[in-house]
């Protein structure tokens, strides 16, 4: 591939600009502060049914309408929408880019700024500074307050959406009738952190990184950031996964020639690779998957997790795959001891799928089925 891919099209996306800024975890302060947003359904008079869905680590706020770079459909189209467990005709939906993202809200690629919030004519790109999860939380709280909304009735996210579900429980309690944190953890394992490294050690070998400073030359690191992509995407897959839709098939051949032979699963993920870098920045890459290394919930708390909600009157959903080895079960148990143990109200579900990480994304009926009964309870006991 090459690493002369121009960088992806500017988009006008709706955002609120906060002029004072956000105070991060790492001492610094950024302002202005963009936060870029998508809404679906209307807020009711009360202002009473609103739902946040954070996304994942490579997703963004375009849930259930096509993708403005690349016109896929949206990346929770099977469970937002009228009549659907996030329902539109009952609840009022939003999703907001997250900090350090690339589609809007404030993130390397934005102009950065100096002290006096005065724009310096560049992008951030590595001098962005360090953000975390509660950061990532923080920029969504002032979104929330912007819009009007005191209390929100849910909060819905898996992997990485499902940490920001975490981290809005515990340091928001009285903000969040409900969270929903599905396929997550409340740390980040050795193993992930793992694999996000050899993520950001392939961007950063590609011939064209230049120390982060791509963008002087209208270039991205492809190559790098493509294999990036390919790695992680491989850890939302399960074995039985690959195995049913690709096993050994050869494309284009019906037995090895030894010659340019291409396996089914390489051809898929190269195509995953290539298509991720026209619509992903490298900075935010590195920004965001160092972010949920950081994540750690329990060391936020003194190192004991059910401090985390203490005295909590938010009502949780937890969920996990029984094929998800990125977040397994264990890790969502682990997540459901801790909330037990500070007297939470707690539903917990595994579903059996072999879909791997991914599978909240996809068609699992019987979590959609949990998902939504667990938000119209929610939402009928506040009379929604």
Not at 32 to 60: E, F, K, Q
Not at 253 to 261: H, N, R, V
Request: a neutral charge; one cysteine or more.
């Amino acid at each position: 591939m090459s690493a002369h891919i121009a960088p992806f099209p500017q988009v006008d996306h709706q955002r609120a600009v906060f002029a004072d800024g956000l105070a991060l975890d790492c001492g610094m302060t950024i302002a202005p502060m963009a936060v870029a947003y998508r809404t679906y359904g209307t807020l009711n008079a009360a202002r009473s049914n609103a739902v946040l869905v954070c996304h994942a680590l490579t997703g963004d706020q375009y849930v259930a309408e096509p993708h403005p770079l690349t016109g896929k459909p949206g990346w929770w189209e099977t469970i937002l929408g009228p009549g659907k467990p996030l329902d539109t005709d009952r609840y009022f939906l939003i999703c907001a880019n997250v900090l350090g993202g690339c589609m809007g809200s404030t993130g390397p690629r934005e102009e950065m700024t100096d002290s006096a919030g005065r724009g310096l004519g560049r992008p951030w790109g590595t001098d962005f500074p360090s953000i975390t999860i509660r950061d990532m939380v923080r920029a969504q709280k002032r979104l929330v307050d912007h819009l009007g909304i005191s209390r929100l009735l849910a909060v819905v996210g898996g992997s990485m959406g499902g940490m920001q579900a975490l981290e809005w429980a515990a340091t928001f309690p009285g903000s969040v009738f409900a969270a929903a944190p599905i396929a997550t953890a409340a740390h980040h394992s050795a193993q992930n952190i793992a694999f996000n490294e050899v993520g950001r050690a392939a961007i950063q070998s590609d011939p064209a990184w230049k120390a982060g400073r791509y963008w002087e030359e209208g270039r991205v690191p492809a190559q790098g950031l493509s294999v990036a992509r390919m790695v992680a995407h491989i850890t939302y897959l399960s074995e039985q996964a690959l195995t049913r839709k690709f096993g050994r098939r050869l494309r284009g051949a019906s037995a090895l020639t030894f010659l340019e032979d291409v396996f089914e699963v390489e051809s898929y993920l190269r195509h995953q690779g290539s298509t991720f870098v026209r619509r992903f920045d490298a900075n935010s890459y590195l920004t965001i998957t160092r972010a949920m290394d950081y994540f750690d919930l329990a060391q936020e708390h003194g190192g004991d997790l059910a401090a985390a909600f203490r005295g909590t009157r938010t009502r949780f959903f937890v969920a996990s795959f029984s094929s998800d080895w990125l977040f397994p079960t264990t890790e969502s148990r682990a997540l459901v001891r801790a909330l037990n143990a500070a007297a939470a109200n707690v539903s917990f579900v595994e579903i059996e799928s072999d879909k791997g990480h991914d599978a909240f994304l996809l068609e699992e009926p019987v979590f959609h089925r949990a998902l939504g009964g667990f938000l119209a309870g929610c939402a009928d006991r506040l009379g929604v």
